[in-house]
């Protein structure tokens, strides 16, 4: 690989898509700040019960670790189960991927092992999941009526990214702790060096390439979902909870044997 | 078949056909009276549309949550019943939504670009008018938002583009009608005073006769509380009505009827935010005008909603409060004020099912519950229960003759839940679902050979309560 094409897709290209990331971020989450109103309700909370801060954190984190609203779809389990998979598989991967920057006090082996089984059986598992939530939308005639190029788009690129890291880790396995990592390491600390990059092999430059094309589109697709569900009102705002009153003033009413009423207010 | 001539067929599949009839300009214009709006003359329809709705989707971060965060997974084609009984994707949660996102994305680059493919919808009358049809067949009963993995609320999105519409004159007749007798005589009924009293009076005279009580309530007097039931139960509820009656005497409590505003349903909630604040101010000050320091809600869904999120803190910002009757009833049993008596009420199977207001947003799940078991010797929790509880069929605003038909196939997913444990009897506290069953009950158990019945569940602390 020349240098001028290394610059561009290990320099130019990754500072431009965290640019594009972070605008579109910024801007998208501050267009939900903004819209302040609750169509003129005090609260728009639909999961019952959910008067407290810790509720509300309960919840979210069943969403998000449990998927648990999914399992009441009756016939349906193909979504619970290709998002369980997927989903899982990806943050285990990312989680590897966070290893590359991160210091770890273990031995490069070791590393290297782990990278190995844990990051190929998240790969797969994310592999899978996304197989079954592709297949799922272009067989199950109901969810094809309402999917989109967006939302081909979108899975085409995971896709993509899935089994071309997977290639990586179960098939070439690249010497990435000295190629990669150095120059990933540099870029997040703002003194890009590619040397070690120049002698990747093109399904490692293809898999890099594509993940920052993907991060740039990440606030101006339905990918924002990773965080839109943090500002939704409907599952992030604690519901009204009424005060019960079980004052006496309010058992004052006697009957006496006329039937008139008898209350103090009424005697003025 | 048994159906009167001009009814309306139902095809599975494609429910346009299910158009809403709409109000005439002098009722529009009735009600725009009421709350100062003035039509913006001259203008094109659909730009109008287009700007309101992204005026309103830029206010409301609920809508706007909904409109952006969807990644169309299509959890919620399984739980909305619209969808479940039509199968038509117009009408599902996602699908409504698609029509407003479509419009809107024609107006962005990427539906100029790509069109249809990233679901782009040309801007004209004829998409407008899908969008109107559609919009009255939601039943805003929240099941998707429920099920939603990101809890996106279709009902607040429809209650939105309802209210754009209304401001260009497009209101279903139904809704309107029923908000413009609340506007005008202080229930949705129009019974004038004299009808509410002497029907407070009828049940009055029933509770003697029944019970041996003699029951004496206020109206429009002073007192500790006011009451405001559905107006549904001046009228098609007396059991309901008594209920409450004896329920409120048996613990001595002090409150009064009002006729000036008779009324808990709030069909703005439906509709259009202008009249469900000008609907729920009237509460408030009805309440501050009869110097009250409570005001006490009947069996009501949607009202319940539209009084704990709108008009409860209202009368808090006045010093005053609000509650349902369940939860006086529950604090009753508890205190043991009331002397129940379950076997009064055997016979019937009867199977409980939430109102879609009670149980998804309303926190009124455990107190019916906790009043039923001490008033029935036993009951079933409906397949469907709690906030996975189904709609009647009626919500939103759909309770009119022209989406019978369609409303008849909405309630099949509760009827066949009830028949399947084997009730004959389901208790739903609500107004709009009691209402509902009244229209569809007839036609559905004449389709299935049953015979089930409904009630509300004050009738059967009615029934229950030893004097």
């Known amino acids: ?268 | 078949m048994n159906t009167i001539p001009h009814e309306i067929e139902f095809r599975k599949g494609d429910t346009s056909n299910f158009e809403s009839l709409w109000a005439d300009e002098k009722l529009v214009n009735a009600l725009y009276d009421k709350v100062g709006h003035t039509q913006t003359p001259n203008q094109n329809q659909v730009d109008f549309f287009v700007e309101n709705v992204k005026r309103e989707v830029k206010r409301n971060r609920n809508v706007k949550l909904a409109i952006d965060a969807c990644v169309h997974c299509g959890a919620c084609l399984n739980a909305c019943p619209t969808f479940l009984t039509t199968e038509d994707t117009y009408n599902s949660p996602v699908g409504r939504a698609d029509l407003i996102r479509g419009l809107l994305k024609s107006t962005k680059l990427s539906g100029k670009i790509f069109k249809k493919a990233v679901g782009a919808r040309e801007l004209n009358n004829k998409s407008l008018e899908d969008v109107s049809t559609y919009y009255y067949q939601c039943l805003e009963c929240r099941r998707c938002g429920e099920i939603c993995p990101f809890g996106i609320d279709q009902a607040d999105v429809t209650r939105t583009i309802r209210s754009v519409l209304y401001d260009m004159g497009k209101i279903s007749r139904y809704t309107a009608v029923v908000i413009g007798n609340v506007e005008r005589t202080g229930n949705n009924m129009a019974l004038p005073p004299a009808a509410l009293k002497s029907t407070i009076e009828f049940a009055r005279d029933e509770i003697l006769e029944e019970k041996g009580v003699k029951v004496i309530p206020k109206i429009d007097q002073p007192a500790y509380a006011m009451f405001i039931p559905p107006s549904a139960d001046f009228f098609s509820n007396i059991e309901t009505l008594k209920g409450y009656m004896l329920f409120f005497h048996s613990i001595g409590f002090d409150y009064t009827f009002t006729t000036k505003h008779a009324e808990l349903a709030n069909f703005g909630l439906f509709t259009d935010a202008k009249h469900l604040r000008e609907i729920g101010n009237h509460v408030v000050n009805v309440a501050l005008e009869l110097g009250v320091k409570a005001v006490i809600a009947g069996e009501c869904g949607h009202g319940w909603r539209a009084f704990k999120n709108y008009v409860i803190p209202e009368l808090e910002k006045k010093g005053l409060s609000g509650l349902h009757v369940f939860h006086l009833v529950e604090d009753a049993i508890e205190s043991a004020k009331i002397k129940l008596e379950p076997k009064n009420n055997d016979g019937p199977s009867y199977v409980y099912q939430d109102p879609c207001n009670y149980a998804r947003g309303g926190d009124l799940i455990d107190e019916p519950r906790s009043v039923l078991s001490s008033v029935v010797s036993s009951y079933q929790n409906s397949p469907h229960s709690r906030e996975r509880t189904w709609c009647c069929g009626g919500g939103g605003g759909l309770l009119s003759d022209e989406l019978l038909p369609l409303r008849t196939e909405y309630a099949k997913l509760w009827y066949e839940d009830a028949i399947s444990v084997g009730g004959t009897h389901v208790i739903r506290p609500c107004a709009i679902c009691k209402a509902q069953l009244s229209h569809t009950l007839p036609r559905l158990n004449k389709k299935h050979d049953q015979a089930l019945a409904y009630s509300g569940l004050m009738d059967l602390v009615y029934k229950a309560i030893v004097p």
């Not at chain 1, 819209?35 to 309700?41: M, P, Q, S, W």
């Not at chain 1, 290639?167 to 540099?186: E, G, N």
């Open chain 1, 1 to 268: 690989m020349n240098n001028l094409l290394a610059s561009i897709l290990f320099i130019f290209l990754p500072y431009s898509a965290i640019a594009i990331f972070l605008v579109g971020f910024i801007y998208r989450i501050a267009s939900w700040i903004s819209a302040k109103g609750l169509t003129e309700l005090k609260t728009v909370a639909i999961v019952p019960g959910t008067f407290s801060l810790f509720s509300i954190v309960k919840d979210l984190a069943k969403r998000v670790f449990l998927f648990y609203t999914l399992p009441k779809m009756e016939k349906d389990r193909t979504l619970i189960v290709g998002s369980i998979l997927f989903h899982y598989g990806i943050w285990f991967s990312l989680l590897g991927h966070l290893a590359m920057v991160v210091p770890l006090p273990v031995s490069i082996q070791f590393h290297m092992m782990v990278a190995l089984y844990m990051g190929g059986s998240a790969g797969i598992s994310a592999f899978i999941g996304i197989l079954i939530l592709a297949a799922r939308r272009l067989q199950v005639k109901k969810v094809r009526r309402i999917s989109y190029l967006d939302d081909y788009f979108a899975i085409s690129m995971l896709l993509a990214l899935i089994i071309l890291g997977l290639t990586q880790t179960l098939y070439i396995r690249p010497d990435f702790i000295s190629t990669v990592s150095p120059w990933l390491t540099s870029i997040v600390e703002f003194r890009p060096e590619i040397a070690t990059m120049t002698q990747v092999s093109p399904v490692t430059a293809i898999h890099i390439t594509l993940a920052f094309v993907f991060i740039a589109y990440i606030p101006f697709g339905k990918i924002i979902h990773i965080v839109a569900y943090l500002f939704q009102p409907t599952i992030t705002k604690t519901s009204f909870k009424i005060k019960r009153f079980k004052e006496t003033e309010a058992y004052m009413l006697r009957i006496d044997e006329e039937g008139e009423h008898n209350t103090a207010r009424n005697r003025v």
